[in-house]
Nanobody
Framework: VQLQASGGGLVQPGGSLRLSCAAS????????MAWYRQTPGKQRELVAN?????NYADSVKGRFTISRDNAKNTVYLQMNSLTPVDTAVYYC???????????????WGQGTLVTVSS
């Protein structure tokens, strides 16, 4: 199973970006998908989660929206009203039911850098 993230880049404060992350490989089902972010010297933090519930970090509520295309096994993160505090490496996460055992494993994307700066 591989997660391929894309969509990061440089954006001015107040701007928007859309991140995408697609799961590929041989598996039974993609369960929970989420976005995390990490800055140097800090722990990776949950930004947005899409599973049995959808939830967001307080710092991004009202600005970020997570969505999924289950047919494509893809999760998106629409980020609006970006500020320099949002600068980080963003990682996608997926809990995947694998075959043939139907065990659930966690997978991470490679990370995509989002830089918010004027």
């Amino acid at each position: 199973v591989q997660l391929q993230a894309s969509g990061g880049g440089l954006v001015q404060p107040g701007g928007s970006l859309r991140l995408s992350c697609a799961a590929s490989g041989s598996f039974f089902r993609v369960n929970r998908m989420a976005w995390y972010r990490q800055t140097p010297g800090k722990q990776r933090e949950l930004v947005a989660n899409s599973g049995s519930n959808t939830n967001y970090a307080d710092s991004v509520k009202g600005r970020f929206t997570i969505s999924r295309d289950n047919a494509k096994n893809t999760v998106y993160l629409q980020m609006n009203s970006l500020t320099p505090v949002d600068t980080a490496v963003y990682y996608c996460y997926a809990a995947v039911t694998t075959m043939p055992t139907l065990n659930v494993y966690s997978y991470w994307g490679q990370g995509t850098l989002v830089t918010v700066s004027s």
